[in-house]
């Protein structure tokens, strides 16, 4: 079975400030990988994703992730947020040629003037 | 172009009443998906659809679960009847075909469910 881990349930961070949201998953075979946005009140909305190439991989409104394959793991990271930014960010993950995917328990991220 | 279109947005009902929820996906998405969102948590997959063939229906309860996709197109999630366990949001997700490939999933509003 495969598992999606976010080691924390809440971050708040000032603003203007870097953050850095963990993901950890766990599969034995290779796995595609994304960050959903959830803003108040809206659907969830893909923020990046990793299917293969680069490991460094660059979403809207400045985030970007990098997949290690050694630490099994998809850190999501900003290096300046903005109060826009408050939301839920959920990572995911996909077996490839699998058809489901799987969330994370979600990250609450609160940016304080 | 409009996005996924959920309703009702929000829904009160008392334990052991029918509930009905509804989707309009984007036009020409041919998979649809509903997933379950308890507090706290990530969401579940219900039910995907390609095109009204219900594809993986696997983590649906079938017990007071129901869910349809005639032509294709919109889909309606029915819960008869409704446990207090039942309240969660119930989200609805649209791609084209292949869309698990991509993780490239559009996802509507949401209707929260209330059971009391």
């Known amino acids: 079975a495969q598992s999606v881990t976010q080691l924390d349930s809440q971050v708040p961070v000032f603003e203007e400030a870097p953050v850095e949201l963990r993901c950890n998953y766990s599969?034995?075979?290779?796995?595609?990988l994304f960050w959903y946005v959830q803003y108040p009140n809206q659907g969830l909305q893909l923020l990046l994703k990793?299917?293969?190439?680069?490991?460094l991989v660059k979403g809207i409104n400045g985030f970007e992730a990098e997949f290690n394959k050694s630490q099994t793991s998809f850190h999501l990271r900003k290096p300046s947020v903005h109060i826009s930014d408050t939301a839920e960010y959920f990572c995911a993950v996909i077996k490839t040629g699998a058809n489901n995917l799987f969330f994370g328990t979600g990250t609450r991220l609160t940016v304080i003037p | 172009e409009a996005g996924v279109v959920q309703s009702p947005r929000y829904k009160i009902i008392e334990k052991k009443q029918p509930v009905a929820f509804w989707c309009n996906p984007i036009?020409?998405?041919?998979?649809l998906y509903w997933y379950l969102q308890n507090l706290g948590q990530g969401p579940e997959l219900l039910i995907r659809?390609?095109?009204?063939?219900?594809?993986?229906d696997s983590q649906l309860p079938k017990d007071r679960f129901s869910a349809e996709r005639l032509k294709g197109v919109d889909s309606t999630l029915k819960i008869q009847p409704a446990e207090l366990g039942d309240s969660a949001v119930y989200l609805c997700?649209?791609?084209?075909?292949?869309?698990?490939?991509?993780?490239?999933?559009?996802f509507g509003e949401g209707s929260r469910l209330t059971v009391l």
């Open positions: 036009s020409g998405h041919n998979t």
């Open positions: 599969s034995s075979v290779s796995v595609y």
């Open positions: 997700a649209s791609s084209l075909s292949g869309g698990l490939n991509t993780g490239e999933l559009f």
């Open positions: 659809y390609e095109n009204e063939e219900a594809v993986d």
């Open positions: 990793y299917l293969s190439g680069s490991t």
